[in-house]
């Protein structure tokens, strides 16, 4: 499974931190790199259906750059699983033991849903190797987006709120930052991979303010990974990423 969209290789450092223009100060959501993760996934469980459809037999780089790019959601989704279950779920067990049973429900639910990203995995790989099965493939897309999202919506409406209660302000946990150290340390994709695909889409002034709370190595070497990936996902979405 590819875990990697940008090329591996020595990493090109566009501007220093303080060329970075500065930008009006953006408000952040609380829990912004949990909602980032919800928000990639979401998009991309999207536009793969579609993507799948357009596929031509002769077109094996479009295939190529799909699988991919699904390998690459599918680590995310499952790397997001393993921090929630074992970092971010027993510390809501200790100190909100009212959350326990929805806590329950979602870990088991996260088993069930890389299960189906298996499957699915599957199917993909079959669409791109032979783009005749893509529309039912792009079907199957769907139904796991479906799923998906009914697990997204009650993590968002029922324990988001709830773990605002539980966490200072201020705290590291479900941050930006906290998620690319966590992946720094983790066996999936690179944090730099994950910083393009999470902030791509999302308004600059917000990015700009993302990007004030990682470190500076993270901001100087943003601009070369954002154009990098822009470069990278023109064949499947087109220039505007639609």
Known sequence: MSRHL?????????????????????????????RLVHAAVRRDLARIPQALRLLQPDD??????????????????????????TRLWPLLRRFAPELRLLLNW?????????????RTTTLVGIAT????????VSYAVEELA???????RIEER??????????????????LPELLDLLRYADGPAPSDALVWLLEGVDPAQIDRLLADCDDETARHWPHWR????????RLWGPSGQ
Not at 158 to 175: E, N, W
Not at 227 to 234: I, K
């Open 146 to 152: 479906a799923r998906v999202e009914t697990h997204l």
């Open 106 to 118: 979602l870990e088991s639910d996260h088993h069930n849903l890389d299960q189906c990203f298996t």
């Open 6 to 34: 940008l090329p591996v290789g020595p990493t090109t450092v566009t501007a220093p931190r303080e060329e970075i223009p500065a930008a009006p100060v953006a408000e952040l959501l609380p829990f912004a790199g949990l």
């Open 227 to 234: 154009d990098t990936y822009a470069r990278c996902t023109d």
């Open 60 to 85: 094996h780089e479009s295939a190529l750059a799909l699988k991919r790019h699904w390998d690459f959601v599918t680590a995310m989704v499952t790397c997001h699983h393993e921090q929630q279950d």
């Open 129 to 136: 190797r032979d783009p005749a099965s893509a529309w039912p």
């Open 158 to 175: 029922q324990l988001l709120p709830r773990m605002a209660g539980v966490f200072q302000a201020g705290s590291r946990i479900g941050t």
